[in-house]
């Protein structure tokens, strides 16, 4: 997964949060008509652009859209550490956490009311598997303050924006799970790893527990988006033509409107939102270029 687009009210607020709680750098910046285009990251990975777009209306939770954009990061004091940052802004908001077994995770919404997954892997050896085949997940208490206090650290917490991060999946808001495997499973190529709820749907490549999860808990029967703030883009990256090449065979083969643009392809999903395939090597300036 590569950097999620958020369409956002006000640039400068929302900018400041993620540089504040989540420890992010602006990497580069560009005007583009009245929109600007922000990317911040990490150790210069990018992992969010933010497009500045002041005119378009808040984005109503029971719409199709984002659900949360979900931080990876590589230990469990570089987590810890984020953990503590954005628990003491106070433009965000803290929602809660989990033990799912493949993963520890706390959740915030950013001012805008995007959400926000903090995470940290466990390792795949201990992953565990249903009969189905299915990897198993479910949610466990896990106490916020306990955590801190056992993986906390001062080195962590002073590196900041030098530790490494990137986005591990984008849980999204959809109408339904019948149309949404249809697109991002049979059109767009990911396997899935949980199909087995009603309500929602996690699907992966290469064997992780999810890098795309779908759900109709706040959003069942919503209907194509409208032009709001919220999410622009969700990106993936593909390991190379080949796959491109693949994908463009399954959409036109479902007849489904899409844009070659030959290291990228774009297409919309049933619900209106934009994702993004392209091969590794995308750049900033590519990426503000979009």
Not at 1 to 25: F, I, K, P, Q
């Amino acid at each position: 997964m590569d950097a999620v687009t958020l369409r956002v009210g006000d640039l400068a607020l929302m900018s400041s949060y993620y540089e504040n709680a989540l420890a992010l750098v602006p990497l580069e910046e560009r005007s583009r008509g009245t929109e600007v285009h922000r990317v911040l990251g990490r150790n210069g990975v990018p992992m969010v652009r933010l497009v500045g777009t002041p005119n378009l209306p808040r984005w109503n939770q029971r719409d199709a859209g984002l659900f949360h954009t979900a931080f990876l990061f590589e230990d469990k004091a570089s987590l810890s550490a984020t953990l503590a940052r954005a628990a003491q802004d106070p433009r965000g908001t803290y929602v809660g956490s989990g033990d799912h077994l493949v993963s520890e995770a706390f959740y915030f919404t950013d001012p805008e009311g995007n959400g926000i997954e903090l995470y940290v892997d466990r390792p795949r050896s201990q992953w565990t598997y249903n009969a189905a085949g299915e990897v198993e997940m479910t949610t466990l208490f896990l106490d916020p303050n306990a955590y801190l206090q056992d993986h906390l650290t001062e080195a962590a917490l002073t590196a900041g924006p030098a530790l490494a991060g990137k986005i591990g999946h984008v849980h999204l808001q959809v109408g339904d799970i019948p149309t949404a495997r249809a697109f991002y499973v049979d059109a767009l190529g990911f396997e899935t790893t949980v199909g087995s709820h009603p309500s929602a749907l996690f699907a992966s490549a290469g064997g992780y527990h999810h890098h795309v999860a779908m759900n109709t808990w706040n959003s069942a029967g919503a209907g194509p988006r409208a032009a709001t703030l919220g999410l622009g883009d969700v990106a993936i990256t593909v390991p190379q033509r080949e796959e491109l090449d693949a994908l463009v065979a399954r959409l036109r083969a479902r007849g489904i409107p899409f844009a070659d643009e030959g290291q990228r392809v774009v297409v919309t999903d049933p619900w209106g939102t934009q994702v993004s395939l392209a091969v590794p090597g995308t750049t900033t300036e590519e990426l503000l270029a979009r």
